[in-house]
């Protein structure tokens, strides 16, 4: 049974969250305060757990803080970072919470919270997806009084772990350079994770791993992902009483919403959990997860197509010739989705104007689309789109028509990035205007895929509509208004795939995900660099979402820079029109091979078997029990005398069986093959034959010819 309820009737319940392999339990304590207990292996008896709680307390210590609280508010005597913070009608500011019942619904359970004064209630939401080892955890505030409530600031989630010297990973990123993932250790003190840029952002990940000894096969980790695309927080604090609290949800930097009587505020969902097994198993977990509960239909099932995107190749400089040209030879090499990207609409010829414009430009596309989508289409491709919809260039004419569209200050001049405005999505009229127009273009042609770019995170936080002492709520209802838009125009156009981007990654999070089919994982497309910044994103988000172009950036050999894409859903950026024969051939082959492991690498467990940082050269495995396929690279960047062999060792297998193994790659000593299929028979009839225990505890050896060099070890089970 996933939610155990125990001594309801007491006064100190304890209420036990159990999914296939873990449990989460916390209580209300004899204090009267709801304490987190516990979050790990699976325990069956609710009755074990005591509820004594810590008593009192003394002066500088107060029994609150040193509580491992399962929800705290501010004030109280309370000097920690706390879940909520809030300010009644009358300016008390101090939030005294006393359980007051609680119930389930299928697997929820909602435990309701009351100020001893005030009719202001909390409750907090646990979802448990028992099969997925996942919880789902919200947090809901209702206003019962006359006077209005200010939330100032209301995590989702928070629990502690008993212990000290946990260390945590996150990234550092930036444009082109994502998920450059970090690990520190926390001894005492608070740590900070947070984005303020209106999205998941480039600078951090909206998701938290924490541990002592963890490696990727072993030890505990215990994770969690913001379902939220918006501003975020994660908070890390060492308390000084042997715990570790751990808070996260919506970024309270700017942050404020008024409740009026019988108003409430929903928090984002934040889903966590637990692994005995290290990393390896968190992510697996994750992805399962999102497969099976976070991702839309219909493609949530599909393996997304390979695709061509124009951006590298001509930029801006778009013309229906030119796209007519690119299409043909990527059908040629195998292609099934043409994507033209930036350039095709108003007067957009470089980045400092139309955006906002969206009509076709009758300079580049005389005809319109329909004479370019008729030939993608009928060289037997789908066709896609880029868009940025939530942006305006002031010179356009939609800037020039409302210049009021925007978040601005009145008394200030108008802030840009990228030479562009982000449009105030809190307007009715805006979200009307951007859901038209996207609309329009979408039903009068046949487009089955948009590219949805935004480059441009505002920090004007003010609106024409919205009362100045509302200014604080901007990040929130800007999330809401970007969510809307997109779930409406999902709606509308249930078939189209959508694609997320940011400037490359600055939009990967569980929200988004929820609305979308994949995420553009980065502006970086240079092979060596993607092995990291793909690393960092296969932590916590699925690998069928993570959109890798194979492209000339880099200048590696180029079955280095397919063979990274590959790793991923594979898509082409390089600009086809310059391309011989010979090099379309060896592509054509690249995207053959992909077709035949596709569905591995985009549903397959994940194995990170050897890291740039650590191992000095990088593998990673997909396997489904009956098929393996592993990505070895490596280059003397990492291995300084770059002859050294590896032995790749797989992870998965069964032990027992005999599976045929084949190295593919263009050196001698592996499989170098021109346009063959590499279906499961070639393997079986080229490859050796290996035992599962031989494969996954001596390995398979790899030399590392010469600089940059890669291949991939197919194995399938005989
Ligand atoms: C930023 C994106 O990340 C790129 O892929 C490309 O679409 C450009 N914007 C277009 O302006």
């Given amino acids: 049974m996933a939610i155990i309820l125990y001594g309801t009737d007491t006064g100190t319940p304890v209420f036990l969250l159990n999914t296939k392999n873990t449990s989460y339990a916390f209580c209300i304590n004899k204090s009267g305060i709801a304490e987190h207990l516990y979050y790990g292996k699976l325990i069956n008896s609710p009755a074990d757990f005591e509820t004594e709680g810590r008593g009192e307390g003394m002066a500088y210590h107060s029994g609150y803080d040193i509580t491992p609280e399962e929800i705290s508010s501010f004030g109280c005597q309370r000097y920690k970072e706390t879940s909520m913070k809030l300010t009644f009608g009358d300016g008390v500011r101090d939030l005294r919470l006393a359980y007051c019942g609680c119930r389930t619904e299928d697997d929820t359970l909602y435990v309701d919270l009351k100020d001893m004064h005030y009719s202001l209630t909390v409750t907090l939401v646990y979802k448990v997806y028992e099969e997925y080892d996942i919880i789902g955890r919200s947090r809901i505030v209702r206003n019962g009084d006359d006077l209005p409530v200010t939330v100032e600031s209301l995590y989702s989630s928070e629990f502690a772990l008993r212990g000290t010297g946990y260390r945590y990973i996150n990234s550092n990123g930036t444009w082109a350079g994502e998920f450059r993932m970090y690990e520190n250790r926390l001894n005492g003190g608070k740590a900070i994770i947070e984005s303020t840029r209106n999205a998941a952002a480039h600078v951090s990940t909206p998701a938290f791993a924490v541990y002592q000894n963890a490696t990727e096969t072993a030890g505990d980790v215990w994770y969690g992902v913001i379902e939220y695309a918006g501003s ?29 009587k019988g108003e409430q505020l929903v928090s984002p969902t934040v889903y966590t959990g637990y692994s005995d097994n290290g990393f390896d198993a968190m992510s697996n977990v994750l992805a399962r997860f999102s497969r099976g509960v976070i991702m839309p239909e219909p493609y949530r099932k599909k393996p997304l197509d390979v695709l061509y995107n124009s951006w590298e190749a001509t930029a801006f400089d778009v013309s229906c010739e030119e796209q007519m040209k690119l299409a043909e ?75 009021d569209w925007t978040y601005h200050y009145r008394n200030r001049p108008l802030l840009l990035g990228r030479n562009q405005a982000v449009l105030d999505l809190t307007r009715a009229d805006v979200r009307e205007y951007i859901v038209e127009a996207v609309s329009e273009i979408l039903s009068e042609n046949n487009i089955s895929y948009i590219k949805w770019d935004m480059n441009y995170p505002f920090s004007e936080c003010a609106s024409e509509l919205v009362p100045p002492e509302e200014f604080k709520s901007l990040h929130f209802r800007h999330a809401e208004g970007f969510t809307a838009i997109a779930e409406e125009l999902k709606r509308r156009f249930p078939q189209v795939e959508f694609e997320a981007c940011a400037s490359g990654g600055g939009r990967i999070d569980y929200r988004t995900m929820g609305i979308f089919d994949e995420f553009w994982t980065s502006d970086n497309t240079n092979g060596y660099d993607r092995l990291s910044i793909q690393e ?59 077709k035949d492991i596709r569905t591995l690498v985009q549903f397959g467990t994940l194995h990170r078997l050897a890291s740039l940082k650590t191992d000095g050269y990088q593998a990673v495995q997909y396997e489904n029990g009956e098929e393996s396929a592993a990505f070895v690279f490596g280059g003397v ?21 005999e599976y045929a193994v084949l190295r593919i790659g263009s050196w001698q000593d592996v499989f170098d093959r021109e346009t063959e299929h590499i279906d499961r028979e070639t393997v079986i009839s080229k490859g050796v034959r290996k035992s599962g225990a031989y494969l996954m505890n001596y390995g398979t050896e790899v030399r590392f010819h010469y600089d940059m060099y890669s291949c991939i070890i197919r194995a399938v089970k005989i």
Wanted: net charge negative; aromatic share 14%; proline share 5%.
């Fill in 232 to 260: 975020f927080k994660i908070c890390l604090e060492q308390t000084p009483y042997g715990w570790m609290n751990i808070l996260a949800g919506m970024s309270d930097t700017d942050f404020e919403w008024k409740l009026g």
């Fill in 329 to 403: 030879i990527a059908a040629d090499i195998g292609v099934e989705l043409f994507v033209m990207d930036d350039g095709w609409f108003g007067r957009r010829n470089n980045d400092h104007a139309g955006l906002g414009d969206w009509y076709v430009s009758r300079e580049k596309f005389p005809d319109g689309l329909t004479p370019l989508i008729e030939k993608v289409n009928s060289l037997g491709m789908r066709f896609g789109l880029w868009f940025e919809p939530e942006m305006v260039n002031p010179d356009s004419d939609l800037y020039r028509a409302h210049p």
């Fill in 536 to 594: 960092g994103y296969s932590l916590f988000y699925p690998i069928k979402y993570m959109r890798a172009w194979a492209t000339d950036s880099g200048h590696f050999p180029e079955e280095f820079n397919f063979h990274a894409a590959m790793c991923g859903s594979l898509g082409i950026g390089v600009n086809l029109n310059r391309c011989d024969e010979e090099r379309l051939a060896r592509m054509r082959s690249h995207i053959q091979h992909y």
């Fill in 637 to 657: 960047r990492e291995r300084g005398f770059g002859m050294l062999p590896v032995r790749v060792k797989m992870r998965g297998l069964d032990p027992d069986a």
